[in-house]
């Protein structure tokens, strides 16, 4: 089993930077690969970004490109998100997510097998 808890959520300005975190235990994620959704209001779950396991190879939702970095350090088992030049929009439950490695990092939620109970970043203009 497989337990995720995020961290460094809150409240910044537009045009803002923020570093989430997510602590994993239960097992050694190196063969896992890890992701970032969110939750914006009245929205469905979306994809942000995802890094495989060995390797590490990332991917990123069309709305964060150039602006989020996800990283992991296998060491300590945890998955970062470094976000920049936030906007309101990016206000949302954000939440960590991690599945057995394949061959494909997925995009969709279904295929994620793990999550953390997220932490809620609020971008203010």
């Known amino acids: 089993q497989v337990q995720l808890v995020e961290s460094g959520g809150g409240l910044v300005q537009a045009g803002g930077s923020l570093r989430l975190s997510c602590a994993a235990s239960?097992?050694?994620?190196?063969?896992?690969?890890m992701a970032w959704f969110r939750q914006r209001p009245g929205k469905d779950r979306e994809f942000v970004a995802a890094?495989?396991?060995?390797?590490?190879?990332?991917v990123y939702g069309d709305s964060v490109k150039g602006r989020f970095t996800v990283s992991r350090d296998n060491a300590k088992n945890t998955l970062n998100l470094q976000m920049s030049s936030l906007e309101p929009e990016d206000t949302a439950v954000y939440y960590c997510?991690?599945?057995?490695?394949?061959?494909?990092?997925?995009?969709?939620?279904?295929?994620?097998?793990?999550w953390g109970q997220g932490t809620q970043v609020t971008v203010s203009s």
């Open positions: 890094i495989s396991g060995i390797g590490g190879s990332t």
């Open positions: 239960g097992r050694n994620l190196i063969n896992y690969h």
């Open positions: 997510a991690a599945r057995p490695a394949s061959i494909v990092v997925p995009f969709a939620r279904a295929e994620y097998n793990y």
